[in-house]
């Protein structure tokens, strides 16, 4: 297995020697204003450049989209992927939006057989649920996300937790699945009622406490206008089974 980390929440997994693009988010730099409801909505994003070209990005065998927000797919990916690569996403609602953009073989996780790998959409909360849906609604911004778990005989099982805090709903995931590789989304992204929407330094602890066995990889970090918490913030919990990959970097477990 190999996790190469692209940026923010875009990464390359390569599992039983099929490689799948998660999230892609490719525009430029400052491409974007930051959310309007979110926290330093001033700063523009993402805040670094691609580290490696698109072509070498969406050369892929599928693409996983955990969900349809905006730092998580874009117009520069929708252009750049092969249209009839296979596509998978969290919900009908997603599989329509990603037909629309012209992908022709686009399907919903729910326990699907993908080239020897088992995978499995598992529940998050991008957010305290009773709290941060709402501001969705209000934004007019989908709140649900999805995780997924990668599973076969040749590899380690892989937990990618997706767009959510720590909650009920990522420990039921470790207890079914007991995976020994974690990709959180780490950076924790704040919105202006002082929510967090994705894990942040108490939340990696806590997982990492919960999963001292595991290997554990913080993505989603130095990117979106509203994070709270920077790499260096993680590395400085000097917590033993956490990784926190630079972009570009891949790891090999």
Known sequence: MQIHQIRNATIIVTYNDIRFLIDPWLMPKDYMAGFEAGLNSNIRQPRVELPVSIEE?????????????PDHFDEFAANAIDKNIPFFVQSQIDKKLIEDFGFKDVRVIKETDFEGIKLYKTDCQHGKRETVKPLCEQVGMPYDAMGVVFKSQNEK?????????????????????????????????????GERLIMNLDDMKEISSYCKNSKIIASHMD??????????????????NVLVPDDNETLVF
């Open 57 to 69: 990005i969406v050369d892929v065998d599928a693409v996983i989209l955990t969900h349809y927000h």
């Open 223 to 240: 990117t979106v206008s509203h994070l709270t918490v920077t790499r260096d913030d993680i590395k400085n919990l000097k917590l033993n």
């Open 157 to 193: 099982t892989l937990y990618l937790a997706g767009d959510t805090i720590w909650c009920e709903e990522v420990k039921d995931a470790l207890d079914e699945y007991n995976p020994e590789i974690i990709v959180t989304n780490a950076c924790g992204a704040t919105v202006i009622n």
